[in-house]
């Protein structure tokens, strides 16, 4: 079983702040993709990083993809409460099912 | 736009009863999963589905069912429910595509508590 390791669990910040999250795994992925989830939404999909040491920015949001295709980082720039929510890592091996595996998230809170 | 629809965002069930989740997309997407979403677990996989008819287990599919008659729709059955499948379900659809498999649009949640 392909596990998904998200670090920190919990993270709780001013506003202005900046912050990295991480998602790391013993295991190498075809694809990763960041998700973001707000209290009682399901979660909706922000980037795909495909090519290791890939890096994709979404305007303060910049992904980075490992050069070994095995862990990945989402760094936030001047963090806003409108970044508040649970953002989820996911990742697929290649092989022939669709399904992802899923870390289990990390909380985010930006404080005004 | 992307449309994915659970039918119901709150479900309170007895135990024992039977209980259907519904999910409609109107993407035309080969696939369709259910989720479920706890504390401290994370997403866990229960059934997925690559076309009409078609369904292959998932990380936890003790308990439920599904069916899919139609390729928009994708069903998730509790035969009989009990206290420990409350829980947040959700559904999601993907295409097959080379090139956006792997990207998944998730429904809203159904949050269902089994008393």
């Known amino acids: 079983t392909q596990l998904l390791e998200q670090s920190p669990q919990f993270l709780s910040i001013q506003e202005g702040e900046n912050l990295t999250v991480y998602c790391n795994s013993s295991?190498?992925?075809?694809?990763l993709q960041w998700y973001r989830q707000e209290p009682g939404e399901g979660p909706v999909l922000l980037v795909t990083v495909v090519t290791g040491g890939e890096v994709k920015k979404l305007k303060r949001l910049t992904f980075q993809f490992g050069d070994a295709r095995k862990d990945s980082s989402l760094h936030i720039t001047a963090a806003q409460p409108g970044d508040t929510g649970l953002y989820l890592c996911?990742?697929?091996?290649?092989?022939?099912?669709?399904?992802?595996?899923f870390g289990k998230g990390t909380h985010l809170i930006i404080q005004p | 736009d992307v449309k994915v629809t659970q039918s119901s965002r709150y479900l309170v069930k007895r135990t024992g009863e039977k209980v259907f989740l519904e999910c409609v997309q109107d993407m035309d997407h080969e696939n369709m999963f259910w989720y479920r979403q706890d504390p401290g677990l994370g997403l866990r996989l229960i059934y997925f589905?690559?076309?009409?008819?078609?369904?292959e287990k998932g990380d936890i599919p003790e308990g439920y069912s599904v069916s899919r008659e139609k390729k928009e729709r994708f069903s998730l059955i509790l035969e009989s429910a009990s206290t420990n499948q409350t829980s947040m379900y959700l559904c999601a659809s993907s295409p097959r595509t080379l090139i956006a498999k792997n990207i998944q649009y998730f429904g809203a949640g159904t949050r269902l508590s089994v008393l």
């Open positions: 996911a990742g697929n091996s290649g092989g022939g099912a669709d399904g992802l595996t």
């Open positions: 589905s690559y076309d009409v008819k078609m369904k």
């Open positions: 295991s190498v992925f075809s694809s």
